[in-house]
């Protein structure tokens, strides 16, 4: 077994109230553009292809938003433009649209500022507010920032931007403002001080730069003793979802070192963590059995001791029962062929058929069934049972039919054909 095959998950924003939506202009550019005028708003244009994939998801994810309608309907005239109609090829030239989706904010003919790529509802009203001055874009706040570097809102909002801000930036753009920020966080943290930092703001601003432990760590410990004021304030389940991260990660790779300190920070499950870990449930066993037995069980996997690899997984997936979740049996097989590059044994081999078996009975996505079954394929393969390799691998091709993204389908296929010559 070579190749593990992962799950991506997209996450699909609900639509708004058509009522609410934005109102799209039907006319040409220049009467969009006298309408803009007469209403004495600015005019908001999106440049799209019909064959664009983000254009439709800005579409139809953003522009239907209640509260992108509600502000953009109020200080815009919006309107649509298809780059590959003809009558539309000046206009693409006059604005540079090199990429799509180019959404383009104009005030009387001439550009204010300019989108390129999918934005989360949120940051579009927000890149909307900077183009019409009401609030200030990145750049301006850094500068605001720099002759005023004690001012803890400046530090804080350009912390609370900064992920949004990068993600449109490559090249040295990109290496410049990482340097810069880089040296924010330490700095806000050592002048503010975390005493003065239970609320939504700086909780936000923790989990977002604050994401690995270490064995002596203030900023953890804090959040920790500060549990449940941090959780009327933001909800529990987020703060416990931080904490809980945090610790499993840092766990894990202790385990993966084979550092064996990693039975000292199962100890504060039970004592400091006991509030943080109350929200979830292991079938029949108890949070620090669960968390135990996966512990063990990567530390022997690391240590390349198969047999009590499989012994403490076994327990804990038999302790979940009906509650073990697709994910139980996808990331164990994940790291098992992480850990022995792929070289498996035939007894685990079998085990991975087991575990592959159970995992199919689970709702999944046409491009995962496949590929738990291409690996079922490989896994038989390996134990010299060809005849279930070729059942695994035809199922595979079969349900591969199903996946929509027709390139990777073909993609699918054509290693699937490979794998059933190689038989």
Not at 72 to 78: E, L
Not at 303 to 309: A, G, N, T
């Amino acid at each position: 077994m070579k190749k593990v095959f992962y799950l991506l998950v997209f996450l699909v924003g609900t639509l708004g109230n058509l009522s609410a939506q934005m109102v799209l202009f039907e006319g040409t550019f220049e009467e969009a553009e006298e309408k803009a005028k007469e209403e004495k708003k600015d005019l908001f244009v999106d440049f799209y292809a019909d064959w664009c994939g983000p254009c439709k998801a800005m579409a139809s994810e953003v522009f239907t938003r209640p509260e992108v309608g509600e502000y953009f309907n109020a200080h815009f005239i919006c309107l649509q433009v298809n780059v590959e109609a003809k009558e539309n090829a000046n206009l693409a030239k006059t604005y540079r649209v090199i990429a799509l989706p180019t959404m383009v904010f104009i005030r009387s003919g001439k550009e204010l500022r300019r989108i390129e790529g999918v934005k989360a509802p949120e940051a579009f009203i927000k890149e909307a507010k900077i183009a019409l001055g009401e609030e200030l874009s990145f750049d301006q706040l850094y500068d605001k920032f720099k002759k005023d570097k004690k001012n803890f809102e400046l530090q804080q909002q350009l912390l609370l931007d900064a992920p949004v801000f990068m993600s449109s930036l490559q090249g040295y753009d990109r290496e410049k403002w990482a340097s810069r920020i880089e040296s924010l966080f330490p700095d806000y943290l050592k002048n503010k001080k975390l005493e003065n930092m239970v609320n939504e703001q700086d909780f936000t601003i923790l989990s977002m730069y604050h994401s690995q432990v270490s064995k002596q760590d203030p900023i953890f410990d804090f959040v920790v003793a500060h549990f449940n004021e941090y959780a009327q304030i933001v909800g529990k389940e987020q703060v416990s979802g931080y904490l809980i991260g945090l610790n499993n990660s840092y766990i894990i790779q202790l385990c993966k070192k084979g550092d064996l300190a990693y039975k000292d920070r199962l100890g504060r499950v039970n004592r400091d963590l006991k509030e943080v870990y109350s929200g979830i449930t292991f079938g029949s066993l108890s949070v620090l059995d669960a968390i135990t037995l996966l512990s063990d069980a990567t530390y022997y996997l690391y240590k390349q001791d198969e047999r009590k690899f499989f012994e403490n997984m076994d327990k804990y997936l038999a302790g979940m029962g009906d509650k073990a979740e697709l994910e139980d049996y996808t990331q164990s097989l994940e790291d098992l062929s992480v850990a022995y590059n792929g070289n498996l044994s035939k007894t685990a081999y079998t085990k991975s058929i087991v575990w592959i078996t159970k995992a199919l009975e689970k709702e999944m996505s046409p491009q995962l069934r496949t590929r738990l079954l291409m690996m079922m394929g490989q896994c038989f393969q390996s134990i010299d049972n060809k005849e279930k390799a070729k059942q695994a691998y035809n199922q595979a091709f079969l349900v591969s039919a199903e996946i929509s993204d027709k390139m990777q389908m073909k993609q699918i296929q054509e290693t699937i054909q490979q794998c059933l010559l190689g038989l």
